[in-house]
């Protein structure tokens, strides 16, 4: 394979190695939940809030990059990679692929936020849960 494909692939496999690792810490916290005071939950929850907080920016910034994504993949008809493909219009195919790879890139990128924020949510789920059953 090319060294382009290589790096590529080696990036990826990265990124959803660090994402697993995430799924993964997400699982412990919520299976550690029932040890926990309310005391350290709502700790754990307001820690979780200020890293959201301090990535929402770069979140966001990465959600606008994921539509513009969509719309540029949208605007590129299939013909044309057939005539690119055709014609050997390499330099337009080199590009095609290289948005590719970005937008892979930004879509894991975007599933490591959906589980910090899913962490949040659940965070604040239980601590709701917790104050209800108090106030009984």
Known sequence: MSTAIDNFTQQLHDNLEALEDRAKSLKQNIQSVPE???AEIQSTLDSAKTNLNT???EFDD????LKTQLEEKESEVMSNIEEWKANREAEKLERRADKAEDH???V???AMAAIEEAEEATLAAIAARLDAEAAR
């Open 104 to 106: 892979a890139a930004t």
């Open 108 to 110: 894991t990128f975007l």
């Open 55 to 57: 990535k929402k920016q």
């Open 62 to 65: 990465y959600r606008a990059k």
């Open 36 to 38: 926990k005071t309310q």
